[in-house]
T-cell receptor, first 111, second 115 residues
Framework: AQTVTQSQPEMSVQEAETVTLSCTYD???????LFWYKQPPSRQMILVIR??????QNATENRFSVNFQKAAKSFSLKISDSQLGDTAMYFC????????FGTGTSLTVIP | GAVVSQHPSWVICKSGTSVKIECRSL??????MFWYRQFPKQSLMLMAT?????????EQGVEKDKFLINHASLTLSTLTVTSAHPEDSSFYIC???????????FGPGTRLTVL
């Protein structure tokens, strides 16, 4: 069975500060992908970052980076220099033999 | 980038009627399309996976006779909610992928309200 757990239902951060969103997962697949998606109030799902499990190097996309700990099955997202437009729901997702979403973290960036 | 459209974006219908939602991949061919349902402030729940030219695979608890999925071409999948009832009111999101391990590209969603 595959599971994705996001233990932080809500978080807030001051504008320009750094915030880390947690995600743990479980899978028996040896090859899989991990994703962070952002869903702003418009509800359009937007890919933030992806990580291939066989790559040890942590993925980075501008202000967004991940801390991928494969042995611990942890995949956290760090947002640096938070901006007001980062306010959204953030979903961690696992693609093994099937696509699973976590329950989401609602992030609010405070001006 | 890959673009997925959904139509309509919002539909209101009477109880007992059927509603069809279209999902199109505009600039790529999608071998697999997914249909999700999302309740307010909750995560996406996968309803079914469809591959072009074959029957959809439904998740446990999803009524295949109520939620009819057709994936007739590599760029179009449709979800038909048959005999809709107020409890079917929800936000329906489709996504498309070129292969199983690629990222999914999401449509903007369809808000269904059944009166």
């Amino acid at each position: 069975a595959q599971t994705v757990t996001q233990s932080q239902p809500e978080m807030s951060v001051q504008e320009a500060e750094t915030v880390t969103l947690s995600c743990t997962y479980d899978t028996s697949e040896s090859n899989y992908y991990l994703f962070w998606y952002k869903q702003p109030p418009s509800r359009q799902m937007i890919l933030v970052i992806r990580q291939e499990a066989y790559k040890q190097q942590n993925a980075t996309e501008n202000r967004f980076s991940v801390n991928f700990q494969k042995a611990a099955k942890s995949f956290s997202l760090k947002i640096s220099d938070s901006q007001l437009g980062d306010t959204a729901m953030y979903f961690c997702a696992l693609d093994g033999n099937q696509f699973y979403f976590g329950t989401g973290t609602s992030l609010t960036v405070i001006p | 980038g890959a673009v997925v459209s959904q139509h309509p974006s919002w539909v209101i219908c009477k109880s007992g009627t059927s509603v069809k939602i279209e999902c199109r991949s505009l600039d790529f061919q999608a071998t697999t399309m997914f249909w999700y349902r999302q309740f307010p402030k909750q995560s996406l729940m996968l309803m079914a996976t469809s591959n072009e030219g074959s029957k959809a695979t439904y998740e446990q608890g999803v009524e295949k006779d109520k939620f009819l999925i057709n994936h007739a071409s590599l760029t179009l999948s449709t979800l038909t909610v048959t005999s809709a009832h107020p409890e079917d009111s929800s936000f329906y999101i489709c996504s498309a992928a070129t292969s199983h391990y690629n990222e999914q590209f999401f449509g903007p969603g369809t808000r269904l309200t059944v009166l």
